[in-house]
């Protein structure tokens, strides 16, 4: 089972970014997908998840309206779609799978999820 996370990069701000978690082992449209990030000296905090079991999307508030995340059943990918970035947005972006289903509260707790990928770095600077 693996994760493959890419797309990250360096981007000005208010520009856009698409990461891509790919999935190896595991369907990553029957299992909840999260995205996640971590900036130097923070937790890594939870930014969205789509649910395996209905397809539902759930965002943080850090990021309700500037990002989209989407998946492709047949190419076993996910999507987070990065709008209007700023530079706060500057961190490790990781995505991880967990159970099928994940009540809408803990979605984004990154406790709940078991495989992780490797990280892809976002850098929001002009």
């Known amino acids: 089972v693996q994760l493959q996370a890419s797309g990250g990069g360096l981007v000005q701000p208010g520009g856009s970014l698409r990461l891509s978690c790919a999935g190896s082992?595991?369907?990553?449209?029957?299992?909840?997908v999260g995205w996640f990030r971590q900036a130097p000296g923070k937790e890594r905090e939870g930014l969205s998840c789509?649910?395996?079991?209905?397809?539902?999307?759930l965002y943080g508030e850090s990021v309700k309206g500037r990002f989209t995340v989407t998946r492709d059943k047949q190419k076993n990918t996910v999507f987070l779609q990065m709008n209007s970035l700023v530079p706060e947005d500057t961190a490790i972006y990781y995505c991880?799978?967990?159970?099928?289903?994940?009540?809408?509260?803990?979605?984004?707790?990154?406790?709940?999820?078991?495989?992780w990928g490797q990280g892809t770095l976002v850098t929001v600077s002009s």
């Open positions: 082992g595991i369907s990553l449209g029957s299992n909840t």
């Open positions: 991880a799978t967990g159970a099928r289903h994940i009540i809408n509260s803990q979605c984004r707790n990154p406790s709940l999820y078991y495989t």
């Open positions: 789509i649910r395996g079991s209905d397809g539902n999307t």
